[in-house]
Each structure stands twice: as structure tokens, then as C-alpha cells.
């Protein structure tokens, strides 16, 4: 367990006198990976001889590291260099650097001339930055917890107290209890509000509203609609949307290597002002502050040129594409055409095979229709004799029997 003490003189820390070649760094924050950390390092690195990270079961989210320096003026560049700087452009968390002794001792409460400073990061850095005390001394001890008696005010379980020395003088008081609180808690998943998921979450940063991205149910752009809440921070990538201006709202240049954002301009931070032990001259700011603005200007020449570029590309192929579906299209209907034609063609010639048989059938019929009234008059030609012959005959059959009966007059006159 890590204790944290102070002296009581207000030597200050930043003094090489005081400094000695171990330093500890407190409070990194976990995304800051082992890596990073190193990079972070990187202007400084080669003086250094040691790093050991340690890790503490209790603050899952943070982690701390033992720096063993070369020398004291070694150790003197890099407290200037880095104490007080941001961990990331893009986060809030700077690194705080102490003064590093080791003890064998198991202690409850503070050594004879120190007292006892809270672990929590939110208090230790408003106690360095507002310099009400240095730290002069840190020292690792083998303990639970720390005692809330240094103060006689009763003490969260970060040791954050309301101290009167500091936070008695403003207003704050109740809200860095409950950041102090909020940073003992053990880190929650966090899922949209409205559907539940996991994955592509966005959080307002106005209400602290959950919700999922486009890719999902589009719960956060609801909420804005609904809120007009613009500003959106993206958990994954850890950048703000603004759906006003439909962009992204930084302007942090960007690692060529690992796509991390990167602070191009370095600057040596001491509580004193005095940069003689690092070795930093007065204009570094300023030469830093030209490169990043000549850095941001070919980064948003280069943007701008991609965009472009991207917008020819995106119409040459769509113009593409467009010219593929209307050349398919064609296709279709060329076949469709050459199908229908030949259909056509396939129904004009039926039609005309069927016009020569009904002409033939035509003929056909008037040959028979002559034929029929051919054929009436032959048979009435027919009944016609049929019926002179009869009456010839009757006449004949009557004449034959009136010669008959004379015949048998004449005869029977003659007999007698």
C-alpha cells in the first residue's frame, strides 16, 4: 500500500537539493498503457535506468510507476519535463511526480515531522497546483489504509477530508466529495439506455445520456434530436461529435504510426519557473507552438486533399457503376427485344401458313358449293324424268287396259 506524506517546512520539491535519483509517478490512468507511458517518456528515456510499474488492486482504473534516474540532474530534466503534463491531449489527466523513499518500517500514522496527504488524485493535484504545500518526501509502506486522524476531520475512503487549508476556501466542496467517491467505485459497463447494448456507445456530454451510434438503433442521435444536446463523446475513440456542424470537434494531430493523438509542442513545467536544471531554452514554447501550427496546416492540407480525392474517387465510381447498371440494363433489354422479335417473327409465320390454308379451304369450299348445285340440278333433272316416266306409264297402263277390256267385248261378242 501506497502512503503519501509531507514535510512540514515548505522546502520545495523542485529544488535538486531536495530531489533525490527515485522519483514515483502516481495516479496513471489505465489507458495509458505501459507503452505509451514509455513514449510519453521518450525525450527523457535514455536517462533513465529503471521502470517498474506497480499496480494497486483497489484502483483497478490507475496505476503507478518507480523511476530510477541516473543522476540527480537526470532527475531533475525529467520532474521539469513532466511533472504537471498531460498524459494525452485529448484526456485531462497530467502526471504527478514525487519524491520516492523506501521504508522498511510498517506505519499507521505519519513519521515524526511529516504528515500524511490523501492518495486520492483529485486532492493531490489541487494541493500541488495551488501550492499550499511541496512534497518533499514519499515513502512506500505496508499498511491497509490511511489513518483519518492526520486531520481530526473525517475522511472518505480515498482519504480525501474537507481540509480547511483548501477546499474550506471554495465552493466545490460537495462536488469533489462526490468526484473523490466516484473514483473509489469500481468501473461499471456501460450500455445504451434505451436498448441495452454494448457496442458503439456515445455519451452526452451535456446530461450524460447513454446511447448507441448509427450502427446500432441510433439511440444517441435520438437524443439529440429530442434534447438538441450537440455534443456527443464516442467511448471507444474518445472524441467529441458535434451533430450540429456534422463533424468531429478536435483539432489534434495524429500519430502517422499508431493513429494516437499527439502534443507536438513540449514545454518544461517547474513550480518555480526555473528551467535552468532541465536544459529547455525560453523559446521552446514558441518553436513548439510553430511546429504544431505548421504540422496542423499540412495536417488539414492533406485532409482537405483526401477529401477531394475522395469525392473524385467516390464519383468516378459511382459514374462507373452507373455506366455498369445502364450497360446491364441494355443487355436485358437487348435480349428482351431479340426474344420478342423472334416471337413475332415465329406468330408471322404461323399466320401465314394458317392464310394459305384458309384460302386453300376457300377454294375447297366454292369447288364443293358448285359441286352441290351441280348436283341439285342433276337431281332434280332425275326427279323430273322419274316422274315423266311414271305418268308416260300410267297413260300406257290405262291405254293397255281400256285395249283389254275392248278386246273382251269384241271376244265375247264373237263367241256368241
Request: proline residues 3%.
Amino acid at each position: 500500500m501506497v502512503h503519501l506524506f509531507r514535510t512540514l517546512s515548505h522546502a520545495p520539491l523542485s529544488s535538486p537539493g531536495a530531489r533525490s535519483t527515485t522519483l514515483f509517478v502516481v495516479a496513471v490512468p489505465n489507458y495509458f498503457s505501459p507503452d505509451d507511458f514509455i513514449r510519453f517518456s521518450g525525450p527523457r528515456i535514455g536517462d533513465v535506468s529503471e521502470l517498474r510499474f506497480i499496480r494497486n488492486d483497489g484502483m483497478e482504473d490507475r496505476y503507478s510507476v518507480l523511476i530510477e534516474l541516473a543522476d540527480q540532474k537526470a532527475a531533475d530534466g525529467f520532474y521539469c519535463t513532466f511533472n504537471g503534463k498531460n498524459f494525452s491531449p485529448a484526456e485531462a489527466e497530467v502526471c504527478h511526480i514525487l519524491d520516492y523513499t523506501e521504508s522498511a518500517d510498517v506505519a499507521s500514522t505519519p513519521p515524526s515531522g511529516f504528515t500524511e496527504l490523501p492518495s486520492c488524485p483529485v486532492c493531490l493535484g489541487r494541493r500541488v497546483y495551488r501550492k499550499l504545500f511541496t512534497i518533499a518526501t514519499f515513502f512506500l509502506l505496508m499498511s491497509e489504509r490511511l489513518d483519518p486522524d492526520t486531520s481530526g476531520i473525517l475522511s472518505m475512503q480515498c482519504d480525501h477530508s474537507f481540509h480547511c487549508s483548501c477546499d474550506c476556501e471554495e465552493d466545490s466542496v460537495s462536488v469533489l466529495y462526490q468526484v473523490c467517491r466516484l473514483c473509489q467505485q469500481q468501473d461499471e459497463v456501460p450500455s445504451c439506455f434505451i436498448c441495452g447494448t454494448m457496442e458503439n456507445l456515445w455519451v452526452c456530454l451535456i446530461c450524460g445520456f447513454v446511447g448507441c451510434g448509427r450502427y446500432k438503433d441510433k439511440h444517441a442521435i435520438s437524443h439529440w434530436k429530442n434534447t438538441q444536446h450537440c455534443y456527443s463523446l464516442d467511448l471507444r475513440t474518445q472524441q467529441i461529435w458535434d451533430y450540429v456542424g456534422d463533424t468531429y470537434v478536435h483539432r489534434l494531430n495524429q500519430s502517422k504510426v499508431d493513429g494516437k493523438l499527439l502534443e507536438m509542442n513540449s514545454y518544461c513545467e517547474s513550480l518555480e519557473g526555473d528551467c535552468g536544471s532541465c536544459g529547455c531554452s525560453e523559446d521552446s514554447e514558441i518553436s513548439g507552438a510553430l511546429f504544431s501550427s505548421k504540422i496542423e496546416a499540412i495536417h488539414a492540407d492533406y485532409i482537405h486533399l483526401a477529401s477531394t480525392q475522395l469525392e473524385v474517387q467516390r464519383k468516378h465510381y459511382e459514374s462507373l457503376m452507373l455506366e455498369a447498371k445502364s450497360r446491364k440494363e441494355n443487355s436485358k433489354l437487348e435480349a428482351i427485344e431479340k426474344a420478342v422479335t423472334s416471337k413475332i417473327e415465329d406468330i408471322h409465320s404461323k399466320l401465314g401458313k394458317l392464310g394459305d390454308k384458309k384460302k386453300v379451304v376457300a377454294e375447297l369450299n366454292q369447288t364443293l358449293i358448285k359441286n352441290q348445285d351441280m348436283m341439285r340440278r342433276k337431281v332434280k333433272e332425275i326427279e323430273e324424268r322419274k316422274t315423266l316416266s311414271l305418268k308416260l306409264k300410267d297413260e300406257q297402263i290405262l291405254d293397255l287396259e281400256e285395249q283389254i277390256r275392248d278386246l273382251k267385248v269384241y271376244i265375247g261378242a264373237n263367241s256368241r
